[in-house]
């Protein structure tokens, strides 16, 4: 998230409020950019229509129903997952339907199935070729003999 208002009035601009859409993908719909982004969002679709159109133009991705439902958006809105997921590792969770949306069904599952490749690979690939290994490797090797 970019909390520079220009750039969320900029990608506004020119957008009809009544047929658009945010998703706000917070996993404990506290995240200070997000919700910077989202409250800003929110007042521009208010004052085109009305508060109503809250509940029928947000859709939230998030673990916290109760702070979804305080934003505004209808729980039935929201797309919820474990909150045990990671929020930099979560892409593959309902987090990524931005992206999905943003790529395409097709693409996302290709996205998908490229991370199943790495995991197979993660699993069964010996220490020596194991990309991930080798990649942590070389993090650590870095990390302590090059500053």
């Known amino acids: 998230s970019n909390v520079d208002p220009a750039d969320l009035v900029s990608t506004l601009d020119g957008l009809d409020p009544a047929t658009t859409l945010f998703v706000v993908a917070s996993k ?3 995240t200070l950019e997000t919700l910077t982004n989202a409250t800003a969002a929110r007042r521009w679709l208010v004052d085109a229509l009305d508060e109503d159109a809250v509940a029928k133009h947000f859709v939230a991705v998030s673990t916290n129903a109760e702070r979804v439902a305080e934003f505004g958006i209808d729980t039935a ?3 919820g997952f474990w909150d045990w997921v ?3 590792y979560s892409v593959d969770s309902a ?3 931005s992206v999905m949306i943003t790529i395409g069904k097709q693409r996302f599952a290709e996205f998908l199935g490229g991370m199943h490749s790495i995991d197979r690979h993660f699993a069964t690939a010996p220490l020596e070729h194991n990309a ?3 990649l942590g490797l070389l993090g650590v090797w870095y990390a302590n003999f090059f500053g």
């Open 86 to 88: 990671g929020g930099r």
């Open 95 to 97: 987090i990524g339907l």
């Open 28 to 30: 404990t719909f506290s």
């Open 77 to 79: 809105n929201m797309f």
């Open 132 to 134: 991930p290994v080798l």
